[in-house]
């Protein structure tokens, strides 16, 4: 007798829907950047240029790599200090209690746990939109209500006083700052209004995964102050470190402890953990990089702009191109001549986003692009 059996014909739908997501293990899916990409079961050419991922062409920095051949022998150990000494050095750098910081193996797995710790059918999933995905996919799983609120015009910033608005039930409220897919950014002011002004239980969610490219203000004031703030941080984009994986969640430590039921070890690859720890010593690392990058996409911004080609004023190492025609046309015209971008954000139908690489990808990006926009 199959299980089902006695089911109305959409509950047996459902329950044959949902027993196949839970077999394939998707329930349980921390939703990365390649994953929502589709991007981690292609393999691409040797000279494709991937400029899909928000990914940093850079990599580890030359003593990022040098830790990490040095350390790499001593591998069968668990090492767990490393992480430890990573977490003293990071709380130091910024002025934090060594208890309000949480090392994880990159941002994805904090921002999928907290959705589960804080949202609910009865406490909703507050988001921009387009905004990254993962949260949206994660209260799928905790069965909340995903609120989506557009971006203000223009700005492309986040609209706290519509998410607010929207979210009266909010568990979570989900700030993306620089925001992707756009690159834009969110005023602290603006930030500090959410904050103050939600309700009550509610949380704010600030992920900084790519605040280092940009000149916008930390919010991790807000977690010195005790606000009910988490704020997310990787290694991930501008020390170039996605597939060594390092990150922390930052806040109080009762805010901590929600998504750490979910978490699993507390230590980071020792590989990941020294890297992180002597990129966080280089002092012009990050000040360097965040110059490279601005120069490189300021170049591509005065091509868009002698084009006729909108884009977002974004300040981060990807931006969005505004291209007339539906995005998925305009991706898959350019993965044909070998130069993949993102993926499509249906709340922007019409735009494509573009990671920042080196200049020698850009320019072959904007040949691609020139070619495929000018041959309908
Ligand atoms: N948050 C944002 C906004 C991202 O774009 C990404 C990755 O692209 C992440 C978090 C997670 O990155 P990771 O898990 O590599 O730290």
């Known amino acids: 007798m199959l299980k089902y059996a006695g089911l109305s014909p959409s509950s047996r739908r459902s329950f044959l829907q949902a027993s196949a997501v839970a077999s394939a293990g998707l329930a349980f899916r921390v939703w990365t950047e390649p994953l929502l990409a589709g991007a981690a079961e292609k393999t691409f050419s040797e000279n494709a240029v991937l400029i899909n991922l928000n990914e940093n062409p850079l990599g580890p920095c030359e003593p990022a790599r040098q830790a990490v051949a040095k350390i790499a022998a001593q591998g069968g150990r668990y090492s767990v200090s490393l992480t430890e000494e990573l977490t003293r050095t990071f709380a130091a750098n910024e002025g934090l209690k060594l208890e309000y910081v949480r090392p994880y193996p990159g941002s994805s797995d904090p921002l999928h746990y907290s959705v589960l710790a804080l949202t609910s059918p009865t406490m909703s999933y507050v988001t921009a939109d387009p905004a990254y995905e993962t949260g949206m996919r994660s209260a799928e799983v905790s069965g909340a209500r995903v609120v989506r609120v557009p971006l203000a015009p223009k700005t492309f ?156 004023p974004s300040q981060a190492n990807f931006f969005m191109v505004e291209t007339k025609r539906p995005a998925k046309q305009v991706i898959d015209a350019l993965a044909q001549e070998n130069v993949f971008i993102g993926r499509v954000f249906p709340a922007l139908p019409t735009h494509v986003r573009v990671t920042v690489g080196t200049k020698d990808e850009m320019d072959r990006f904007l040949a691609a692009f020139d070619h495929v926009m000018s041959h309908g």
């Open 157 to 312: 910033a986040h609209d706290v006083k519509a998410m607010l608005a929207a979210g009266p039930d909010a568990g979570l409220f989900y700030i993306c700052n620089p925001n992707n897919p756009t690159g834009t950014i969110t005023s602290h002011s603006d930030i500090e209004y959410l904050v103050a002004n939600k309700p009550k239980g509610s949380i704010v969610m600030v992920d900084e995964a790519y605040i280092h490219f940009s000149d916008a203000e930390s919010a991790i004031d807000l977690v010195k102050a005790e606000k009910d703030v988490i704020v997310l941080r990787t290694f991930s984009k501008i020390y170039g470190m996605a597939g060594l994986r390092g990150g922390f969640a930052i806040a109080r430590p009762d805010l901590l402890a929600k998504p750490e039921v979910y978490a699993g070890t507390r230590y980071m690859p020792i590989t990941a953990a020294v890297a992180a720890t002597v990129s966080l010593r280089e002092p012009n690392l990050v000040p360097e990089r965040k110059q490279i990058n601005a120069g490189i996409r300021t170049n591509v911004f005065e091509w868009l702009d002698k084009k006729g080609f909108p884009h977002t």
